[in-house]
């Protein structure tokens, strides 16, 4: 099924909640391509707008504190929806479909030199028929001419039996947890010699990872605070952003705790391997 699919069109996109990334299929090969800022696999899935300018990933992040009413995330969940997100710099209201549009044309850049026409990129499970048009129009719309959608447990299992060479040779299930930035999922997947097929699915697409930084805020570091100061109801005023300081503080916050999040994965993880 790789090998049929990866013949016509041999980019696919990760487009996440919370950061995205590319890759190219290539002589039995996957290679992913590194964003030039620090050379990661990923970008953060933000744009922000300053001054007439739009930046993508890691310069568009670290704008987040200084820049809050300029700077967009977990648009991904809003997919399909009729809400928009209203640019001050701008003075115009933009919608999912077009941030999306932006982080995809950025990670098609990463490819230099060979401007990708056609893409794979995929999609939750959970994904109705509104969402998953929403994706497509993302993806035109950022410059692809042919845009095929594949569900997220799908691409785990191709990614998985690849990097195993496993050989499947009668019908088997697999259960695929999926837990990012946006989403924890739970996909059971049909697998024989001839297809893979997503039979049944259940998750939360409010309880991710993003979701897990704001806890962090609210039930650990706002009653440290409070414990240390004289200020009370500290999360309360976070939450509502009633004036610049705390909004401000709020963003800061949040930006530390994903910070604090991934040190200590890239410390404990190894030591788990």
Not at 67 to 95: A, L, P, Q, W
Not at 100 to 107: D, G, T
Not at 178 to 201: N, S, W, Y
Not at 242 to 256: D, G, R, T
């Amino acid at each position: 099924l790789l090998e049929i699919t990866m013949k016509n069109i041999n980019f696919g996109i990760d487009l996440g909640t919370t950061n995205s990334g590319i890759a190219k299929y290539e002589n039995g090969k996957v290679t992913i391509y590194k964003n030039p800022v620090g050379f990661k696999d990923t970008i953060p899935s933000v744009v922000s707008f300053r001054k007439g300018r739009i930046q993508i990933g890691d310069k568009a992040r670290e704008h987040v504190i200084s820049n809050s009413n300029n700077v967009f995330s977990s648009f991904k969940r809003k997919m399909g929806s009729d809400e928009n997100y209203f640019v001050e710099d701008i003075d115009k209201s933009i919608t999912p479909i077009e941030l999306s549009s932006m982080i995809l044309k950025e990670l098609a850049g990463f490819a230099q030199g060979e401007n990708p026409k056609s893409a794979v990129i995929t999609i939750p499970a959970s994904f109705d028929t509104i969402q998953t048009n929403a994706t497509k129009k993302a993806g035109y719309r950022s410059g692809f001419e042919e845009v095929v959608l594949l569900q997220e447990p799908i691409a785990a299992c191709l990614a998985y039996s690849n990097i195993q060479n496993l050989e499947i040779s009668e019908e088997k299930k697999w259960l695929v947890y999926d837990f990012g930035g946006g989403t924890f999922d739970v996909a059971l997947v049909k697998i024989d010699e001839r297809e893979l097929k997503v039979i049944d699915h259940k998750g939360n697409n409010f309880l991710g990872g993003v979701d897990l930084d704001t806890l962090f805020v609210e039930k650990i570091i706002c009653p440290k605070i409070e414990a240390n100061s004289s200020v009370e109801n500290i999360w309360n005023k976070l939450a509502s952003q009633e004036n610049s300081l705390y909004k401000k503080l709020y963003f800061e916050l949040l930006f530390k705790d994903e910070e604090a999040k991934k040190r200590t994965l890239l410390i404990d993880v190894p030591t788990l391997l």
